[in-house]
């Protein structure tokens, strides 16, 4: 899709008050430090027109912003090194790289951005993004772009080893906050990464992952998009069922988990028993004794990994996957208790970094992250997008519907050219 987007002024911004730090630099969490969360999230936030002067909103938006860098001071920081290789925010104050841009079409023109494999990420992404010795970006990076129907869509990039996907949620609704007039944000930001503080051993974990890390071999595959739609009357049917057969209940991401992991697993035909991994993330705030915070906004999830055959993977039912999916989140507490505890190994393997192969899938639940309650003055979006973030690791992201719908969207890069069509089949018959 060619877009003529015009990007009309680029600026750091900075706190919008002078914001003094407890210290310099900033210790981060062991889990913010590892390896795998050395990287940056990017998402789509795309708003229709509604109420006062939506052309205001890259001004408004830009103000707030710097405004929330007031509390959220270390999001203005830039990550360093020290010199036992722990990964530190250097609370030096300067700033998130802003972008304003136009767009002379309609987001009704180019249906709101629905078909993702169409959208010109480059154009509504943050460019020109300054750099620091070392090749340091700032952590937060956002561009704003008006079209010409008064709507607006905002590119974020975040940095992951800050804020896990609560965080940066939390993050941008202080922004919305102050952007319709609070005075302050309602939830304070609380750092606390001393829940999990860094120590020689988990230094030397991630140390020995980042020497030890060979990246995959280039698959033959390319990862092709699909997006599947599921009513929330299909929903509820399906949760009936489960509970129909079990006497329990279940999640909306349970169901659309075990559905994906079963028809994904039936569309490619693995090999007899192969080794079939599902892999996601839960948050884990609640499991510390006591609880974080309200207000923390750094990382604090452990990946839940699920192992099965790809033969019974094959027969089993939805109903089957959803009671194994069940009973894996039933053992995080211990889990993540004993990682917590210096075990860092499950069955002789990192927890955090499982195989990056075609056998396994991830699957992340948006829904509940806050994305889609986030409200600049203009309503909250109609459609959040999540880019892929590699062409080559299987994943799927449970999000919701784009307004008005309501019900569950799933996103999906998942299998190669040669099984879609089949994957497709199947998972749409079935839910």
Not at 266 to 294: E, H, M, W, Y
Not at 345 to 374: K, M, V
């Amino acid at each position: 899709m060619a877009l003529p987007v015009i990007r009309s002024n680029r600026s750091l911004v900075r706190p919008a008050e002078h914001t003094p730090t407890p210290s310099g630099t900033l210790d981060l969490s062991a889990i913010d430090q590892i390896p795998v969360l050395r990287c940056n999230a990017r998402t789509l936030h795309v708003f229709k027109r509604r109420g006062p002067e939506p052309e205001a909103a890259a001004h408004v938006i830009k103000g707030a912003l710097s405004r929330a860098l007031v509390p959220y001071y270390p999001l203005a920081g830039r990550l360093k090194e020290s010199g036992q290789g722990q990964l530190q925010v250097e609370c030096s104050g300067d700033g998130a790289w802003f972008v304003e841009a136009s767009a002379n079409c309609t987001l009704d023109s180019v249906d709101y951005f629905n078909d993702v494999t169409s959208i010109p990420y480059d154009q509504l992404l943050p460019d020109s993004v300054p750099k620091t010795d070392g090749d340091v970006e700032p952590l937060v990076q956002m561009q704003v772009t008006q079209f010409a129907c008064g709507g607006f869509v905002i590119g974020l990039t975040f940095c992951h080893s800050i804020c896990d996907g609560l965080g940066a949620a939390q993050f941008l609704n202080a922004v919305g906050e102050l952007a319709r007039g609070l005075e302050h944000p309602r939830v304070a930001p609380v750092w606390h990464r001393d829940f999990f503080p860094s120590t020689p051993q988990t230094r030397l974990e991630n140390v020995t992952l980042l020497h030890n890390y060979l990246p995959p071999p280039m698959p033959s595959y390319r990862l092709e998009h699909a997006n599947i739609d599921i009513p929330m009357d299909q929903i509820n049917q399906l949760k009936r069922q489960f509970y129909d057969s079990t006497g329990l209940k279940c999640s909306a991401f349970e169901i659309v988990a075990a559905s994906l992991w079963r028809h994904r697993t039936r569309a490619i035909s693995f090999g007899p028993n192969t080794q079939l991994k599902l892999v996601f993330f839960a948050n884990c705030r609640q499991l510390l004794d006591p609880p974080l915070p309200k207000g923390f906004y750094g990382n604090c999830f452990f990946p839940v990994t699920v192992t099965r055959t790809s033969d019974w993977l094959t027969q089993a039912t939805n109903v089957d996957v959803v009671k194994l999916i069940q009973e894996a989140k039933a053992e995080l507490p211990v889990e993540f208790a004993k990682y917590m505890n210096g075990d860092f190994t499950r069955n002789g393997e990192d927890p955090f970094a499982p195989p990056l192969a075609y056998t396994t899938l991830f699957i992340s639940e948006w829904g509940r992250l806050g994305f889609n309650q986030i409200d600049y003055g203009w309503g909250p979006p109609v459609h959040v997008v999540p880019i892929q973030g590699s062409s080559i690791i299987p994943v799927g992201i449970v999000g919701s519907m784009p307004l008005p719908k309501v019900g569950f969207r799933l996103m999906t890069w998942s299998v190669g050219e040669a099984h879609l069509k089949t994957f497709l089949d199947l998972i749409t018959n079935s839910i």
